[in-house]
């Protein structure tokens, strides 16, 4: 049975930083791309950082680029996302996900390349 639980969410002021965390269980094997995602309602599921299953590499969104690191554990049982500087536009429901031999490229972010999801942490930037 595969779990991934977020958690760290929380309301920030702009400039601020949070680190979110995703524990993850059940994932057979190491094959698994992971990633972070986050929706605003109203609008589309978005892929911000991810890394690919092939190596540590991290692969961002230009939105984040040079704000937010993605890094796992060496286990990788643990998901983290250290975002800084925040701004108002990262307001948003922030999910973690997983996804079966995801190639490096900009697939790592595309919602569709990923199977499990946790249920979201939601952060809020004023």
């Known amino acids: 049975h595969v779990q991934l639980v977020e958690s760290g969410g929380a309301s920030v002021q702009a400039g601020g930083s949070l680190r979110l965390t995703c524990e993850v269980s059940?994932?057979?094997?190491?094959?698994?791309?992971m990633a972070w995602f986050r929706q605003v309602p109203g609008q589309e599921r978005e892929g911000i950082a991810a890394?690919?299953?092939?190596?540590?590499?991290?692969y961002y969104d230009g939105s984040v680029r040079g704000r937010f690191t993605i890094s796992q554990d060496n286990a990788k049982s643990t998901l983290y996302l250290q975002m800084n500087n925040l701004k108002r536009e990262d307001t948003a429901m922030y999910y973690c996900?997983?996804?079966?031999?995801?190639?490096?490229?900009?697939?790592?972010?595309?919602?569709?390349?990923?199977?499990?999801w946790g249920r979201g942490t939601q952060v809020t930037v004023s």
């Open positions: 059940g994932l057979s094997g190491r094959a698994y791309s």
């Open positions: 996900a997983a996804g079966r031999n995801v190639p490096w490229g900009w697939v790592l972010l595309k919602e569709r390349e990923y199977t499990y």
């Open positions: 890394i690919p299953f092939t190596d540590t590499r991290q």
